[in-house]
């Protein structure tokens, strides 16, 4: 071990001073022409049925491009693929935006494109999703009660 270069010494970093210095490149640093933006709109309920999405406010706002909601995506993706489950556990149909309800506090609702970052991000503010409140369990305990609620009901 004693002839090792790395083991059981210091190994000076060399990364960090551009960061320190404000000179490092981040992905958000880098600007595409012609690029659109994306913001999530995310639900504030940990479990609820989404009964309307309007985004007609938000498609008069300058920039805006369109808005995807989960029911949208559902029609045109398949869910993600299902890893093995473990033997008698179901598999969930999964997509990447909440489909007819939501299973927790900020998951994704509706999906804005705009052509600039505050562009999307203004948009996002101004869609309109009504909600239908249902029983959330937060303690495992508790969900492992017969009369539990389920976030998802099959």
Avoid at 48 to 72: C, K, M, N, Q, Y
Avoid at 141 to 151: I, M, Q, S, V
Wanted: aromatic letters at 8%; zero cysteines.
């Amino acid at each position: 071990m004693s002839g090792s270069r790395y083991l059981g010494r210091p190994v000076r970093r060399l990364e960090d001073e551009r960061y320190l210095r404000g000179r490092a490149i981040f992905t958000d640093d880098i600007a595409l022409p012609g690029a659109l933006y994306l913001a999530l709109v995310r639900s504030p309920y940990p479990h609820a049925e989404i009964t309307t999405v309007d985004w007609s406010p938000a498609a008069r706002l300058p920039g805006f491009v369109t808005a995807l909601s989960g029911r949208d995506l559902a029609d045109w993706l398949a869910p993600f693929p299902v890893p093995p489950q473990s033997a008698g556990v179901r598999p969930q149909r999964r997509y990447p935006r909440a489909v007819d309800r939501v299973r927790f506090v900020g998951e994704g609702v509706v999906a804005v494109v705009a052509t600039s970052r505050s562009a999307a991000e203004d948009a996002a503010a101004e869609v309109l999703v009504e909600y239908r409140e249902l029983a959330a369990v937060i303690d495992p305990e508790a969900a492992l009660a017969p009369d539990a609620p389920r976030p998802h009901p099959d």
